[in-house]
C-alpha cells in the first residue's frame, strides 16, 4: 500500500542517502577531531617524555662525570698522605724520587703526570714530565695547596705542566705534625683516561640507529671531546656551532646540556656536556604512531559508514511511508478520521519495535485530531453565536452612536443609541441604506441638517481613495451640539461614531471662563486683561492714547483681621463694582490678586483724563461699605502709565503701572502717581538690592557687631547689643535702614534674623558671666511658629546661660495679634529668656503692655537722649520713664548716648544702663575683649579719660 502513494520511492531513497552521509559525516568528523586531538596532545606528551628523559640520562652521565673527578681527587689526596709520598719527599737521589713516582702512577691510571714541589714551590720530582728538579713554579694552586687547600686548575690553564688537562693539587703534610705543610702533590688528568670513559656514555635508544653525538666543552667553548664515531655524523658540526642553551630543539636536532651545579667543587671548571640527537633518533616512534591512528580512523570511518546504510534502509522505510500519509492527509478534507492502516501498512503497525510504536502511535493521532476537529467546530460556532450576543450588548450599551458602512456605502449595522440621538423611530434606519436615505430619515424625525452637516456627510459618500480620519462638529434642531468622527476601514467603507457633546461644551465654555475671569469678582485675571490690552493697542489708530491704572486697596488686610475673611471677600465684590461703575463702556477692570486690580481706559484725550479717573476712583472707594452691620472704610493707591509713552505691550504698560503704584504708596498711600522714568531706575536699583540680599546669607557677606551696654553703678560693660552689617563687594557697606526693610518685605528676615541669633548666642558663651548678649526681634519673624524652637536651638547648641540672653522687640509688635506676641514672650521668659522694649516712646507706647507683659528693660530712644541738653520735654519724658522703670523693677537703657554732659544728666535721673558712641560704636567680635578690659579700667589721677585713651574713649570699629 505503501507503494501507491507518489514521490515516496524517491523520498526514501533521499531519507536513506541523507541518513547515512549524515553518519559518515558524524564519524569522519568525530574521528578526525579525535585522531587530532590524541594526535596532538599524544605528540606533545611523547615528545616531552622523550626530552625529560634525555635532560636525566645527560644529568646522570654529567654526575658520572663528577663523581670520576671527585674519585680522582681522593686518590690524589690518599696518595699524598702514605708513606711512599713521605720517602719522595726524603730520598736521597732524584733518580729514586722519579722511580717512586713512576710506580705510584702505574696504581693511578687517572694521571697522565705526577709532580711533587717544596714548600717554596721548587720542584722535588716529576714522572712523564719534562721538568728539571730544583725549578720553582710559581703557579696559584701551588700556593693554595702549601696553606692546605687541595684545587682543581681549569682544564688547558697550565700548559706548561699539564697540556690541556686540568691540574690537580693537594698538600703533603709532615708525618710529625699534621697541621705542617712540607710540599704539594699535582697531577694532570689523562685526558685519554677520560675519553674511555665518555665514550661509554649511550645518547638515546641505540636501536633506532640515527645519528646521535656527546661533546664535552669548557667555558671558551672549546671541545675536551665529542664522539668520533661514524653514527655521529655531521651532528657533530651542529653541536659545536650551537653555544650556551637550554635543553631544546635546534632545526631538527634534541639538544640537551648539563653542567656542574654551584655547590660541587668542581664548578670552577665550566664543563659543559651537550648530547645530540637528529629528529628521526629523537621522535621516529612517534611519527610512526600517527600513521598507525590515522589508517586506523579511516578504517573505522569506512565500517561506519556501512553499518549506517544498512540501518537506514530499515529505518527510513516506514518513516517515509509515514510522512507520505501525513502529506495526503494535510491535502484532504476530511470529517471522519482516515484508515492508518491503508496509508502505512499493516506489516507497519504490526511490528514489535520502536517503528511499530511510532505507527501505532501515529493512528491514535490521526483519530485523536479528527475527534478534536469535530469539537472545535462545534465550540467555534458556539463561540460565535456568544460574540453576537456580547456584540449587540455592547453596541446597544454604548454612550456613542454607531454606524458601520460598506466599500459600496450601504450600511452594515447601527446600534440602538444612534436612533435615540436623533430621536429615530424603531425600523426607520436597517442594514443596506445609502447616506441619502439615512438623511431623509433624520428630517423625518424633525432634524433640520444644515448645509454643513450635509457637506461632510457627501464628502465621506465621495471621498474614493482618501483614507484618513475625519471630525465634525453638528448641532441638531434642539440647540444640541454632536461630535461625528469618522473612521476608514483597512477592508474599505467607514465606521462612523455619534457623541453628544452638549454638557462638555457647556463645561468647556465655564472652565474657558474661570481660566481668564477672578472666582470672586467675576472680573478679567491677568491674563485676559493683557489679552484685552493687546488688542486694544492693535486697533489703535496713530495719536491715540490709553491709560492703565494699577491700584492697591489700603488697610485691606487689617479689615481681613478684624472682620474675618467672609466680609473683606464681600468688599472685594462691592470695590469690583464700584470700579466697573467709574469706567466707560470700553474700559476694562481686572482683579489680579489679593486686594490688586487693573484698569485699561481706552482713547483718552489726555494724560488729564486719566488724572480724573484716578481722583474718581480715590474718591469712590474712600466712601464707606456697609457690610454685615459694618461701616468700613479704606482708600486705594493708583499708578498710573500711559500709551505709548511709557510702553508699547502689555507687560510694558503693567509694569510701569506697578512702579508707579509703588511710589505712590511709598509718598504716603491713598493717592496716585504717573509713572515716571526715574522710578524704572529706582525699581530696577531695589531688585538688584534684593538679588544680591538673597545671595548674602550664601556667600557669608553678612557679619555681626557687637556695639557694649555699660553699667552706670559698676562702670563696666554689662551688655552687648549685636547688630547686623552688611559689606557688599562691590557697593561696600550697606545701611541696615536700607536691607532690613526689604529683608522684612521679601521673607528673608527670618532667615536672617536666626542666623544673628545662632552668631551671636556663640560669640556670648565665651566672655565673662555678667556680660548679656542682647539680639533685636523684627516683628515679623513673630509670624513664624519657629521662633520659640529656634530660640531654644541657639541655646542648647551653643551653651549659653538663658539668663545671658536679651531679646529686643519694638512696640509696632505688639500693635497685631498681641495676644499671640505675648505668649511667646512668656515662652521665652519661662525659657529664662530676659525681654527688652526697645525704642519706647517713639510709637504707640501703651502702659496696657507694661501692664500685659513685665518686660525686664526699657530702652529710652536715642532721638530724647539727643536734646537732652536743651532741657524741656525731652528731659521731663526721660524723667517719667525712667521713673516708670523703677517703680514697675525695670531697668532703663538710654541710647545713643555721645557727649559726657549727656552721661552724666542720665546718670542724675536714675538710668541704670547707657549706650552709645560716647563708649564705643559696634566692633568686630575682635575687638569685644580690649572693650571688656578698657571701660571702666582705673585711670591715673592727673589725667583726663580722653586725654589717656582708655574709658571712656571711643574704640572705632
Same mark, same amino acid.
Given at each position: ?255 640537551? $646540556? ?195 452637516? $450635509? ?354 522687640? $519694638? ?147
Amino acid at each position: 500500500m505503501a507503494a501507491a502513494v507518489p514521490g515516496i520511492g524517491w523520498a526514501r531513497g533521499g531519507l536513506r542517502l541523507k541518513m547515512a552521509a549524515t553518519l559518515f559525516a558524524c564519524a569522519v568528523v568525530s574521528l578526525g577531531i579525535g585522531t587530532l586531538v590524541a594526535t596532538y596532545f599524544g605528540e606533545r606528551a611523547l615528545r616531552a617524555e622523550v626530552t625529560e628523559k634525555a635532560v636525566r640520562a645527560l644529568d646522570a652521565d654529567m654526575r658520572d662525570l663528577q663523581r670520576q673527578l671527585d674519585r680522582a681527587m681522593y686518590d690524589l689526596t690518599t696518595l699524598a698522605e702514605t708513606n711512599v709520598m713521605q720517602d719522595v719527599l726524603i730520598g736521597d737521589g732524584i733518580g729514586a724520587i722519579a722511580d717512586s713516582l713512576a710506580a705510584v702512577r702505574t696504581r693511578y691510571r687517572e694521571f697522565a703526570s705526577l709532580v711533587v714541589t717544596d714548600e717554596r714551590g721548587a720542584v722535588i720530582a716529576a714522572d712523564n714530565l719534562d721538568i728539571a728538579p730544583g725549578q720553582v713554579l710559581d703557579i696559584y694552586q701551588l700556593e693554595m695547596g702549601l696553606i692546605g687547600l687541595p684545587m682543581a686548575g681549569r682544564f688547558g690553564m697550565h700548559p706548561e705542566i699539564a697540556g690541556e688537562s686540568s691540574l690537580f693539587s693537594v698538600p703533603i703534610r709532615a708525618e710529625y705534625d699534621p697541621d705542617t705543610v712540607i710540599g704539594v702533590l699535582s697531577g694532570a688528568i689523562d685526558m685519554g683516561w677520560l675519553r674511555e670513559r665518555l665514550g661509554r656514555v649511550q645518547i638515546g635508544d641505540e636501536e633506532q640507529g640515527a645519528q646521535r653525538a656527546l661533546l664535552l666543552r669548557d667555558g671558551d667553548g672549546l671541545p675536551l671531546y665529542r664522539t668520533e664515531a661514524e653514527a655521529a655524523g655531521d651532528i657533530v658540526q651542529r653541536l659545536m656551532a650551537t653555544g650556551a642553551q637550554g635543553t631544546g630543539n635546534t632545526g631538527s636536532d634534541l639538544i640537551t $646540556t648539563a653542567r656542574f651545579p654551584a655547590d660541587n667543587r668542581f664548578w670552577h671548571l665550566d664543563l659543559e656536556m651537550v648530547a645530540g640527537l637528529t629528529e628521526e633518533a629523537a621522535f621516529g616512534s612517534i611519527t610512526q604512531l600517527k600513521r598507525n591512528l590515522i589508517l586506523t580512523s579511516a578504517l573505522i570511518a569506512l565500517m561506519m559508514l556501512a553499518i549506517g546504510w544498512c540501518l537506514s534502509r530499515r529505518l527510513t522505510g516506514p518513516i517515509t511511508a509515514m510522512s507520505g500519509a501525513m502529506k495526503r492527509l494535510s491535502r484532504a478534507d476530511w470529517d471522519e478520521a482516515p484508515d492508518v492502516t491503508e496509508l502505512i501498512g499493516a506489516a507497519t503497525i504490526a511490528r514489535s519495535d520502536e517503528i511499530g510504536l511510532l505507527a501505532r502511535s501515529f493512528d491514535r493521532l490521526i483519530t485523536q485530531l479528527a475527534q478534536a476537529r469535530a469539537r472545535l467546530i462545534e465550540q467555534s460556532e458556539a463561540e460565535i453565536a456568544k460574540r453576537n450576543l456580547q456584540l449587540d450588548a455592547a453596541l446597544n450599551n454604548m454612550s456613542q452612536g454607531l454606524c458601520m458602512y460598506g466599500p459600496d456605502g450601504e450600511l452594515i449595522v447601527h446600534n440602538q443609541r444612534f436612533e435615540e440621538i436623533y430621536g429615530l423611530p424603531p425600523g426607520a434606519v436597517e442594514p443596506g441604506m445609502k447616506l441619502g436615505q439615512m438623511l431623509r430619515a433624520m428630517r423625518a424625525a424633525g432634524h433640520d441638517i444644515s448645509g454643513q452637516d $450635509t457637506e461632510f456627510m457627501t464628502t465621506i459618500a465621495r471621498r474614493g481613495g482618501e483614507r484618513r480620519m475625519m471630525t465634525h462638529l453638528a448641532t441638531l434642531g434642539d440647540g444640541r451640539a454632536l461630535s461625528v468622527c469618522c473612521v476608514p476601514i483597512a477592508s474599505g467603507g467607514w465606521l462612523a461614531t455619534f457623541e453628544d457633546v452638549t454638557e462638555r461644551k457647556r463645561d468647556e465654555a465655564r472652565i474657558e471662563h474661570m481660566a481668564h475671569h477672578d472666582a470672586l469678582t467675576d472680573l478679567p485675571n491677568r491674563l485676559l486683561f493683557a489679552r484685552r490690552i493687546e488688542e486694544i493697542v492693535a486697533t489703535t489708530a496713530r495719536g491715540h492714547q490709553h491709560a492703565v491704572l494699577y491700584l492697591d486697596l489700603d488697610h485691606f488686610k487689617s479689615v481681613n483681621d478684624l472682620f474675618g475673611h467672609p466680609v473683606g471677600d464681600e468688599l472685594l465684590r462691592q470695590v469690583s463694582a464700584r470700579l466697573r461703575a467709574c469706567l466707560r463702556p470700553s474700559g476694562v477692570v481686572a482683579r489680579f490678586g489679593g486686594d490688586e486690580f487693573a484698569i485699561i481706559e481706552g482713547d483718552i484725550a489726555s494724560g488729564e483724563e486719566a488724572r480724573k479717573l484716578a481722583e474718581r476712583i480715590i474718591e469712590d472707594i474712600a466712601r464707606p461699605f456697609e457690610i454685615d452691620g459694618h461701616q468700613i472704610a479704606i482708600g486705594t493707591s493708583i499708578g498710573i502709565s500711559l500709551f505709548p509713552g511709557d510702553g508699547s505691550d502689555a507687560e510694558a504698560l503693567v509694569k510701569a503701572a506697578d512702579m508707579a503704584l509703588y511710589r505712590a504708596k511709598s509718598d504716603g498711600r491713598n493717592g496716585f502717581r504717573f509713572f515716571e522714568q526715574e522710578m524704572d531706575s529706582s525699581m530696577q536699583h531695589r531688585r538688584t538690592l534684593e538679588r544680591d540680599l538673597r545671595l548674602a546669607l550664601q556667600k557669608d557677606e553678612f557679619e555681626v557687631y557687637y556695639q557694649p551696654i555699660v553699667n552706670m553703678g559698676t562702670n563696666r560693660v554689662s551688655c552687648f547689643e549685636a547688630l547686623l552689617r552688611w559689606t557688599h563687594p562691590e557697593r561696600g557697606a550697606v545701611s541696615p535702614a536700607e536691607f532690613i526693610p526689604l529683608a522684612e518685605e521679601i521673607g528673608l528676615i527670618g532667615e536672617i534674623g536666626n542666623w544673628v541669633l545662632e552668631r551671636a548666642c556663640d560669640a556670648a558663651a565665651d566672655w565673662p558671666a555678667h556680660v548679656r548678649i542682647a539680639v533685636n526681634l523684627s516683628p515679623a519673624q513673630f509670624r513664624s511658629q519657629q521662633l520659640v524652637d529656634q530660640v531654644a536651638r541657639a541655646l542648647e547648641r551653643t551653651g549659653l546661660d538663658p539668663r545671658r540672653l536679651e531679646l529686643e522687640i $519694638t512696640e509696632s509688635v505688639l500693635l497685631r495679634q498681641s495676644e499671640l506676641v505675648l505668649s511667646i514672650l512668656k515662652q521665652f521668659r519661662g525659657m529664662g529668656v530676659r525681654v527688652s522694649m526697645d525704642d519706647f516712646g517713639t510709637g504707640y507706647s501703651s502702659l496696657g503692655y507694661l501692664r500685659s507683659f513685665p518686660f525686664d528693660k526699657i530702652k529710652i530712644d536715642r532721638s530724647f537722649i539727643r536734646d537732652i541738653e536743651k532741657g524741656g520735654d525731652a528731659l521731663s519724658i526721660i524723667r517719667a520713664i525712667t521713673g516708670l522703670g523703677t517703680s514697675l523693677g525695670m531697668t532703663t537703657t538710654a541710647e545713643g548716648v555721645e557727649t559726657l554732659e549727656q552721661l552724666n544728666q542720665l546718670r542724675s535721673e536714675g538710668c541704670n544702663e547707657v549706650q552709645g558712641f560716647y563708649y564705643s560704636p559696634a566692633v568686630r567680635l575682635g575687638g569685644v575683649p580690649a572693650l571688656l578690659t578698657g571701660i571702666g579700667a582705673p585711670l591715673p589721677a592727673d589725667t583726663s579719660p580722653q586725654e589717656n585713651g582708655a574709658w571712656p574713649a571711643r574704640v572705632s570699629a
